[in-house]
């Protein structure tokens, strides 16, 4: 779905810009098959818009005016809040990914030139996976990542570690991704002369550099997977392991996007988390509402006892 939803709203910026679009010009635009341009041409009417199409060989597309004249005035920063969300919501495969997509194509054609270039910065330099809209950095370190990585300008930022150690970097950025509950960026470390990735949130004023770059070959085809991989193999502060008398998919099925599970029995299973803080895990143990023994490591439980001896003394009767 993101990568149809992507050319979705090419399409559609492309047939924005011209009165009249041959056939066999936006098909090379789009690097797609005349099939496939017909099948997305198809699916922008499906969302509401009128798009004529001229027969034959020399035939052609032009966008009509279906949607109106109407403009959309929002901020900068509310254009790339609604452009980061729409565009996470509309990379799944549920209707609702759908409908989010109808909402971004029609919110995209009623934004300025000015917004919508911003808009269509966020969606063009991010890959899009489960990331939810709470887990947006600060929309001024987005807008200026975002930039960079469009631009092809280097970017320093101030950028503080899971240990607390604050370091400055100097990168070539290459690609945002929103995975899990985070967005990173995956640059190449001017510095270290490596490849890195940096959390988003932990970023501060970044400032692009006026002079471009060459790109670098990325790290890997699909930069989602690898940012992915590359944090399941970080070491987090904590790496909590917690064996729970429940059913390994009960607890697959509610937080498998942020803990390993591995089944030891058919009603029992042993919980993974790694994480900067024991916030997250004491959630999920406090709603598994089941048995469980901490296996490691032993502040957890210590946590887990003082917490409990809280909200007794609170809720005891006077």
């Not at 399409?11 to 098909?27: E, I, V």
């Amino acid at each position: 779905m993101a990568d149809s939803t992507a050319r979705t709203l090419r399409l559609l910026s492309l047939l924005q810009r011209r009165r009249y679009w041959p056939g066999a010009d936006l098909a090379a635009r789009l690097e797609v098959s005349d099939r496939t341009l017909r099948r997305d041409i198809e699916r922008l009417r499906e969302l509401g818009y009128t798009v004529e199409s001229d027969r034959g060989v020399g035939g052609g597309y032009r966008l009509g005016g279906a949607t109106g004249d109407a403009v959309l005035l929002l901020d900068d920063d509310e254009t790339t809040a609604l452009a980061a969300a729409l565009h996470t919501a509309a990379s799944g495969t549920t209707e609702f990914a759908e409908a989010s997509l109808g909402a971004l194509t029609k919110v995209l054609s009623m934004l300025g030139p000015v917004q919508r270039q911003r808009a269509e910065t966020v969606g063009a330099t991010t890959t899009f996976g489960s990331a939810t809209a709470s887990a947006a950095p600060q929309l001024a370190i987005l807008d200026a990542v975002a930039g960079a990585c469009r631009d092809q300008v280097r970017l320093s930022f101030g950028y503080l570690a899971a240990d607390g150690t604050a370091t400055t970097r100097y990168v070539e950025p290459c690609q945002l991704v929103a995975v899990d509950t985070r967005w990173y960026l995956v640059a190449f470390d001017c510095d270290r002369a490596d490849w890195r990735t940096f959390r988003i949130d932990r970023m501060r004023e970044p400032v692009p550099a006026r002079n471009t770059f060459e790109p670098r070959t990325p790290p890997a085809s699909n930069l989602y997977d690898y940012v992915r991989f590359n944090m399941s193999e970080l070491a987090a502060l904590h790496q909590i392991v917690v064996e729970v008398e429940v059913p390994g998919d009960q607890l697959r099925d509610a937080y498998g996007a942020w803990v390993d599970v591995d089944d030891l029995t058919p009603s029992r299973c042993r919980v993974t988390m790694r994480t900067d803080s024991f916030r997250w895990p004491t959630h999920i143990i406090a709603n598994t509402q089941a048995p469980f023994t901490v296996i490691t490591p032993p502040a957890f439980a210590d946590h887990l006892r003082a917490v409990a001896t809280q909200l007794h003394e609170s809720t005891a009767a006077p």
